[in-house]
Every structure is written in C-alpha cells, then in structure tokens.
C-alpha cells in the first residue's frame, strides 16, 4: 500500500519537475511552429544585413501587433532578440539578448518570431558555407506592446534633425 502512495507520489513529482522545466526550455529551443501563412521563398539578399532586413519584414507582415506611427518619444521596451536560422528558414534557437525586464514585451516579441512561421530561407552568399545564420533583431516596444521591427522600420529623422530643421525656419522680416 505505501509502495504504491509512494509510487503515485513520486510520479506526480517528476512531471512537476518536468512542468516547471518546460518554459525554460522553450526559450532556447524553438518548437515547430505552425506557420500563418505560406511558407516564405527563399531570401536573395547577399549580406547578412540584408537578410535581417528580409526577415525582419516577414515577422512584421505576419505580426497583427505592428503599428505604422512613427515612434513615440519614450519606449515602454527595445528588446533584443538572437534567431539562429537554418538553410530552411527554420528558427532553430529564439532567445532574449537584451531586455528592460518588462516581460510583457518580451513575449510579444518571441510570440511574434513563432508566429511568422518558417522565415525566408538565407541565400548561400548569407549562408557562407555555414549551416545557419545568427541575427540579433531589435523589437520597439510602444506602452501598448504594439512594436515595430526595428530593420523594417524606414530611417527616421533624430530629434535632433526635428529641432534644427524648425530653428532654421525663422519667419520672415517684414519690410520695414
């Protein structure tokens, strides 16, 4: 009778064990992910930074959390994410290099990596005789967790370009 409390015991245990481990360790192994829609076509970028350009709109075209404005002054979160792909475009390792600790936007950004599915698959020139490609991809986090991609973002002038474009304006003398 005790054999088998302790039995019963032990195996409820171990699959607490295993439960607790599990979130742990889909933050370094990324499991197959459904994709949203069709596979992507090969990239034919030739660097690297290209390449994280292509991918980087591909999350942001499958991410329903992106929005268009142009930055807000203050970011709630920049977090940086490392992607290992494969010669397929399969996300082999998904892992948070850098955040502000705001965990919010840090799932929003890895959702938004398992969401896309299967990337654009690197082009042998990105390749390099390599079996995969390692980026790291900033996400800008909004107060909402609305983001955007920080590669398929078009450049946008600093704040201070704003300030000396409007000093430069200066209303005009009348004649006198």
Known sequence: MHKTKFSALAA???????????PIAQSQQVAAAKPTAAAPMASRAVTVDEYKK?????????????????LPPILKSVVVLDITIDAEGNVTRLSIFRSNGYEDAEAAAMDSVRRAGKLPAPSPEVLAGQTSVRILESWLVRQDNQFQVRSAVP???????VAARGAKKKPAKPAG
Not at 12 to 22: D, G, H, Q, Y
Not at 54 to 70: N, R
Request: no cysteine.
């Open 12 to 22: 409820v245990a171990a699959s607490l064990a295993v439960a607790a481990w599990a």
């Open 54 to 70: 292509h991918v980087a709109t591909h999350i942001a075209k499958q991410s329903a959390h992106v929005y268009a404005e142009s």
């Open 155 to 161: 450049p946008q002038p600093a704040a201070s370009d």
